[in-house]
């Protein structure tokens, strides 16, 4: 081989092992790329599942909502290398956005004022502090356009585009951002937003899909920490009620009083946790004996704390008051002033004269009371004036509610009932009635006071069908013995 032929030899496999050399360090620059990127990927994975596994806990653990909130932020940040971000949540009336975290680094997403911005320029954590009040209207600015659009946005630049009206602050300046509402299923909870800035952080396709699925995982978890909130709300309330009722219970008579000579049966079956009505027996003195019941308008806390009042008010006037219409005028007196105007309380408080079986009662806009006697087997109404607890200061009351007297003669039987007997209404509408009422105590009576009450419980059970009865009902029966 001459030695040309060698010299283009030598040449060519010089050639060829820098031509292989050069391929060799660029596929090493592209597995090195394709390294990276895997554990770009890898890194952000781990950032996601750390964000999720960290906002779990929180649920399960039942942290406050402000703390929920931090961690939806920071986390969002964490997992985006963002340098800030803010939650806005739809308030309770659903009619504007409540800033719920903003990070310390996060610029201004809403509109400013100029007394706004002048402040900032002397006072720099006055800027932080008012964003954190601020509310925004569905549809008004970036925060509530991106809410009501239901589209995520990702922006270069948060001040191109006139994205913010008003005037200007210099947090603002080479700032992105990617920006999406939170939904959950048919549910609007809120906005997301993280930012950072450009000459830092560049977001792109791929941070921006990241991010949607972030805020996606944060609306589903969001929706079940307010559901677990709300629940361990409702148990704590539901858990008070039952402590409340308990208090109530405690306050009705624990037992029936035995009487010299009569027989006094009472009962009382709430429609809901808690009784707007309630029953009482005081011993006036060693000869008189008294009885109350009561039906507070409405149900509920406040029907259940007005009862208590009444109860109390009642027994303090009972042995200082010398008739039941003036025992009466003296609660109305004293319970007035904090009632509410809407509501009112139904009375009646009657004095039984055990030596001699005289009752003197006075009624309250109360049903009237029914009795049964004996030598006719029928049944009366006892009708007197009377105007509700509640309704007037006193003057009108004081006038208007008068004291009746009857004489029980042995075997007869008299009955206090509250409106939730007679009104008590089957499927069709059709309200039990004093005329059943009536009915009821004539076919009882001849047992006894228990079993008027008893007899007419099971009645108006019977009436409404199985049906729960829509109001409280409470029942006294009183009857000298035969």
Known sequence: ????????????????GALFFTITQRQKSAISRLLAEEEAIIAEERRMFGYLHDLGEAISRADSQSAVHRLIVEGAMRVTESS???????????????????????????ELTELVVTNAATNPSSLLSYLRLHSVRIGSGLIGRVFASEKSELMADLKAGHLLEGPSHASREGITLMVGPLISGNRKLG???????ASQRSFSQNDFEVFNSLAEQSAFALANAMAHQEAQAKRQIEAELRSAREIQRILLPDKDPTLDGFVVAGKNIPARVLSGDYYDYLQVDPTHFGAVIADVSGKGTAAALITAMCRSVLR???????????????????????????????????????????VTLARAGHPPPLVWRKRTGGVEVIKSGGLAVGIDKGSVFERVTKDCSLTLEPGDCLLLYTDGVNEA????????????IKDVLARFSAQGALAVVSGLVSEVESFLGGRRSHDDITLIALQKAP
Do not use: W
């Open 316 to 358: 303090s006037k009972a042995n200082v008051e010398r008739t039941p219409a003036e025992v009466l005028s003296a609660v109305n007196r004293i319970i007035f002033p904090d009632v509410r105007e809407d509501m009112f309380i139904s009375m009646i408080y009657l004095v039984l004269d055990q030596s001699t079986g005289q």
């Open 191 to 197: 906005v997301l937003a993280v930012v950072a800035k």
């Open 425 to 436: 209404a089957d499927a069709k509408g059709v309200e039990f009635g004093e005329e059943r």
């Open 1 to 16: 081989m001459s030695t040309l032929a060698i010299i283009f030899l030598v040449l060519f496999l010089v050639a060829l």
């Open 84 to 110: 800030g971000g803010a939650l806005y949540l739809l308030d309770q009336d659903g009619g504007a956005l409540a800033p719920k975290h903003i990070s310390d680094l996060c610029p201004p997403l809403v």
